[in-house]
C-alpha cells in the first residue's frame, strides 16, 4: 500500500480502535480469502460478508427505504426515462463496463465519480430526486461506484462476467421490461417485474440479455453492502482511490 492509504488507515484505526478495519487489511493479504467457485473472478471479497448471490431488496433496513422510494417512483420514473429515450437520445451514451464498452448498453448517469450528474436533473428528475434523498444524502450509495439508467437494446447480451469486489451490492428499479429478458446470478435466472427491485452480489458471475423486440430499462444503483461498517467504508473508500490515483499516475 502507498503511504497515503497506510496513512488513512492508522486514521481510521485512531478513531475506530484497532480492529475496526480487520476485515478489510485480511482482504488485502497475499493469497487472499477463500471464495465461492463463482466469485473467483472478482478482484477482492472482503471476508465476514454473506456470501449470497441473490437479496431480498427488503430485508435489510439501511436500503429497504432506497428499495420503496424507487418503487413508489416508478410510474413517474417510466415517463421521465421514457420521454428521454425519445428527445433526448444525445443523453445517453455507450456504456463502459470495467472489462468492456458495449454499443448495444445505453447508459444515463444520474451519478458518478463521487457525485450526483447535476446535468441528469432535468432530464430524470424524479429518478434524480430519490437517489439523492434516499441514497446519496443518507451515504447509502458506494461513492466508488454509480447510479445509471441501463438501457439494453434488442439482441443484446452482457456476457457473463464477475464484478470487481463484495463490499457494494447492485439494485436493479426494473423501468421499462419487455417479454424476452432475464438475469442470472450465480446460476440461477431471474426476470424483471417491472416497477419492482432486485438486489444482488455481482461479485458473483452474472450475465443479462435482452430477446425481445424494443428496449429493456433498468436503474441500476451501487449501494454499500449493507454488512460493512463506517470504518469499512471509509477505509475501502480510501484504499480504491489511493489504487485508481496511481492507475491513472500510470
Known sequence: MTP????????????????????VERMLEPGGQERHPLQKAARWIMPGLSPTPWHDPYAHPELAPVVRELEAGHEAIKEELTAAWTARREAFS?????????????????????????ESA????????????????????????????????????????CDLWNFSINL?????????????????????????????DYSFEHEARNEGDRPRTCL????????????????????VTGIRRLMEDG
Open 4 to 23: 497515503e492509504i497506510e496513512s488513512a488507515f492508522a486514521a481510521v484505526r485512531a478513531e475506530f480502535g484497532t480492529e475496526s478495519i480487520g476485515r
Open 172 to 200: 436493479h428499479l426494473a423501468v421499462d421490461i419487455p417479454d424476452g429478458c432475464s438475469i442470472t446470478v450465480a446460476g440461477e435466472r431471474r426476470t424483471w417485474e417491472e416497477g419492482k427491485c432486485l438486489l444482488f
Open 122 to 161: 432535468a432530464i430524470a428528475p424524479t429518478a434524480y430526486r430519490v437517489l439523492k434523498d434516499v441514497a446519496v444524502d443518507t451515504e447509502t450509495i458506494c461513492p466508488l461506484l454509480e447510479c445509471h439508467v441501463s438501457t439494453l437494446l434488442p439482441g443484446a447480451v452482457i456476457a457473463p462476467h
Open 220 to 239: 441500476l444503483v451501487d449501494l454499500w453492502h449493507p454488512e460493512t461498517t463506517v470504518p469499512e467504508r471509509r477505509a475501502l473508500v480510501a484504499l
Open 94 to 118: 455507450d456504456y463502459e463496463h470495467y472489462l468492456t464498452r458495449q454499443e448495444n448498453w445505453q447508459a444515463l448517469h444520474l451519478y458518478r465519480a463521487g457525485a450526483l450528474v447535476a
